[in-house]
């Protein structure tokens, strides 16, 4: 009996693939998430064609696509005709079947949105500080949960999924980095966020790394399922990454696979260094305040990029050969048909890191690899809010990591 990893709440769990021993309440549930995220995939599919797919029977899958419409997960489409046998009416999500809330916490902003169940923004908010505190990232939550779901109806607050937490791991390692005072991070060695904020709200809170989060959002949101294998880079205050294997997201025993910002690199005086130490965006913070200039702009607003033309020139080409040589270094290890990079700048400076990365990229001795595909993530700047967004829709309503389908696909 063959297996597969599914990601669930941020945490492994093994299930089968074809759910025999499993739980007749287990087979059923997983059945529907499998035509969940099919119909996700494609937009609409009509029986017909989640059968062929998946081989499952035209009455099993009418008796979970009725069971789906009841809950108001899935809508009908327009009936089709013209085409051989009966008309058919395709099933696409509904855009209020369900709800959920994500918290990023960032090194220098916090922010917080409402999707609803086909990943539209609905809600956010935004709070900038000089370096992020556990009370303070609580309080926040805890204010902008309250004012979102009080601008809601009464039965979108029911179909709120969760609230999920994109955070990065052992905050208090970055101290130095951020400019905090002292011992002002050790305190996050003790902080529970889950805790804290569990039983705060109706609904569960969920926890994961920030940049796999972020990988999670495109895998669901993106061209992720447009890729087998790739590999995530997101490039916040720091850099950090996520990674897909067989078609769904992989963390790795401790919830930290795709750690690229520890991959060892030449730095310019020719030591090694990690990748996070030259190829975030801290160094162009670092670049914009030795020259005298502001540069909390940046973190304050989603267009604050605008007015540093110049040293994001300048940043973008210092970078790009760093995160060329990680990718190499990577697809060295993992054959990965794709890299995709995404952060939290404006989309044009994406795409100009993007070229400068597959121009350096090309320069490299790529002898024995297979060249991957450079990739501007679609997600953008609020795609770790966003992931933290998917987390209870991964619980709940998303295979994480497709069984191999009929069609040959995952």
């Given at each position: 009996?063959?297996t ?10 093994r299930?089968?693939?074809?759910g ?15 035509l ?22 035209a ?14 997960l ?29 918290v990023?916490?960032?090194?220098r902003?916090a922010e917080l ?10 809600n ?11 009370d ?20 979108q ?7 999920g937490?994109?955070s ?35 609904f ?6 920030d ?20 590999l995530y ?12 294997l ?15 910002g520890?991959?060892p ?18 160094n ?12 909390s ?11 540093f ?22 697809c ?9 990079i ?7 400076v ?26 501007e993530?679609t997600?953008?700047?609020?795609a770790?809010?966003i ?7 991964f619980?709940?309503f ?13």
């Open positions: 009996m063959s597969y990893t599914e990601w669930s709440g941020g945490q492994m769990v299930l089968s693939a074809s025999r021993g499993s739980k007749q309440g287990d087979v059923r549930a997983h059945n529907e998430r499998l969940l995220s099919l119909i996700r995939r494609h937009g609409s599919l009509t029986k017909a064609e989640i059968s062929r797919i998946t081989g499952l029977s009455q099993a899958i009418s008796v979970i696509m009725r069971r789906l419409e009841e809950d108001g899935l809508h009908r489409g327009n009936v089709l005709r013209g085409k051989i046998g009966q008309p058919s009416t395709p099933m696409a999500l509904a855009d209020d079947g369900a709800f959920s809330l994500g990023k916490i960032g090194r902003s949105v409402l999707i609803d169940f086909v990943g539209n923004v609905r956010s908010m935004r709070e900038a500080y000089a370096w992020p505190m556990p303070a990232i609580i309080d926040f939550a805890r204010r902008g949960v309250t004012k979102i779901m009080s601008e809601m109806t009464p039965l607050r029911e179909r709120i999924a969760g609230l937490i994109a990065p791991f052992d905050l208090w390692q970055w101290e130095a980095g951020i400019g905090s005072p002292s011992g002002a991070m050790d305190v996050w060695r003790s902080a529970d966020l889950v805790h804290s904020l569990d039983s705060d709200f109706p569960p809170v969920y926890l994961q790394n940049a796999t989060a972020a990988c999670g959002a495109e895998f669901v949101f993106g061209r992720g399922h447009e890729f087998t294998n790739y880079l997101f490039i916040g205050f720091f850099i950090g990454g996520g990674i897909v067989n078609g769904g997201v992989f963390t790795g025993p401790s919830g930290n696979a795709g750690a690229i520890s991959f690199v030449i730095g310019q005086d020719g030591k090694a260094v990690q990748l996070i130490e030259v190829a975030s965006a801290a162009l913070e670092a670049r914009i305040r030795a020259a005298g200039v502001d540069p702009p940046m973190w304050k607003q989603p267009d604050g990029w605008s007015g033309g110049e040293y994001i020139d300048g940043w973008i080409q210092d970078i790009a050969p760093y995160l060329a040589n990680a990718i190499v270094g990577s060295s290890v993992i054959d990965f048909s794709a890299v995709f995404d952060g939290g700048f404006p989309a044009d994406r795409l100009r890191l993007v070229e400068a990365t597959r121009n350096a990229l090309a320069k490299r001795d790529l002898q024995g690899l297979n060249p991957p595909e450079l990739i993530g997600v953008g700047n609020q770790r809010a992931g933290g967004a998917c987390l209870p829709f619980d709940k998303i295979l994480t990591s497709m069984p191999m389908l009929n069609d040959g696909s995952y």
